[in-house]
């Protein structure tokens, strides 16, 4: 069974860089049946996917439109881990984030991080 | 405002069949058979329900059916219980733009089981 574990801090100051982890226990972020990614939810915004990383022979990232000059999203194979970078946020940035593994092909989000609440505001 | 279209609110008797719909573009849901649906309860993840348009994950009860035509795909509560009381979410992948692939959301309907 995959479980993701979310961690990062909860309030973020407006034009710094918002950064959170997600932990992978029963698979591996190294899989290549996998893809690891970020997505968030907020009132005004609904769901929106940011972006995912995966290896398949070498690491890859896809990032959506609307974010992909201000996103990163980095494996950390020696924790069994990835991670959310986003620079510059905003108050529209406010939103609960969620991890979540992608069955490679199915393009359904099967396991999800229990999701984590963060505030742009000075 | 999202990229798929969802009814905001649905509703139905415990026993009865409810219908969602999910409508997109020929660049998402007409395009791919990979419509997902999603049950979110109050203060949680969302769960996956419904995987590449028709597809039951491990544990999910077949009560939960989709479907996809055109542009259009559904998802459908058979035999309503009152654990079904949740928001319901579309998602499908969206092609690839400017080399990079990508993902979209619907709006999200809340069901109401009466």
């Known amino acids: 069974q995959v479980q993701l574990q979310q961690s990062g801090p909860g309030l973020v100051k407006p034009s710094q860089t918002l950064s959170l982890t997600c932990a992978i226990s029963g698979d591996s972020v190294s899989s290549n049946s996998a893809a690891w990614n970020w997505i968030r939810q907020s009132p005004s915004r609904g769901l929106e996917w940011l972006g995912r990383?995966?290896?398949?022979?070498?690491?890859?990232?896809d990032y959506a439109i609307s974010v992909k000059s201000r996103i990163t999203i980095n494996p950390d194979t020696s924790k069994n881990q990835f991670s959310l970078q986003l620079k510059s946020v905003t108050p529209e940035d406010t939103a609960v984030y969620f991890c979540?593994?992608?069955?490679?092909?199915?393009?359904?989000?099967?396991?999800w991080g229990q999701g984590t609440l963060v505030t742009v505001s000075s | 405002q999202s990229a798929l279209t969802q009814p905001p609110s649905a509703s139905g008797s415990p026993g009865q069949s409810v219908t969602i719909s999910c409508t997109g573009t020929?660049?998402?849901?007409?395009?791919?058979?990979?419509v997902s649906w999603y049950q979110q309860h109050p203060g949680k993840a969302p769960k996956l329900i419904i995987s590449?348009?028709?597809k039951w994950p491990s544990g999910v009860p077949d009560r939960f059916s989709g479907s996809k035509s055109g542009n259009t795909a559904s998802l459908t509560v058979s035999g309503l219980q009152a654990e079904d009381e949740a928001d319901y979410y579309c998602?499908?992948?969206?092609?690839?733009?400017?080399?990079?692939?990508?993902?979209?959301f619907g709006g999200g309907t809340k069901l109401t089981v009466l």
């Open positions: 979540a593994r992608e069955e490679a092909g199915s393009g359904s989000f099967e396991y």
């Open positions: 020929s660049s998402d849901v007409g395009g791919y058979n990979s």
């Open positions: 590449e348009v028709s």
């Open positions: 990383t995966y290896y398949r022979s070498k690491w890859n990232n």
């Open positions: 998602g499908s992948y969206a092609g690839s733009h400017a080399g990079s692939h990508s993902w979209v």
